[in-house]
């Protein structure tokens, strides 16, 4: 049998919650607490987009570092091109930017 609650009985959800919260009523639950748990959420939220962020960035100079070894282990040598975009790294850049947006979007 499931508790009742004012007058009226529970869902099988709210008796989970019920149970949950220590036996304490969902509608008695402090919305100050609930607020908090909303921000802690959303905080966990951009944190998470942060850590991706970093993630990405450190994918994408890995795949870079790599082309360019692989360039050096097969010609022998960088030009001086090879040298100035490896310097710059511009096509990571340009590429980190676009993750960096999609990932900002999510």
Known sequence: MLPSFRGSVCSGMDYLLFKQQGGQHVSDYP??????????????IENNKT???QLEKSLLLMEFNQEYMKKF??????TEKD??????GEDVKDRY????????EI
Do not use: A, H, M, W
């Open 97 to 104: 930017r676009l993750i960096e947006k999609q990932i900002n």
């Open 73 to 78: 282990l097969n010609d022998g040598t960088f």
């Open 83 to 88: 040298l100035l975009d490896f310097y710059t």
């Open 51 to 53: 850590i991706l962020k």
């Open 31 to 44: 919305i100050n607490e609930v607020l908090s748990i909303k921000s802690l959420v959303e905080s966990n």
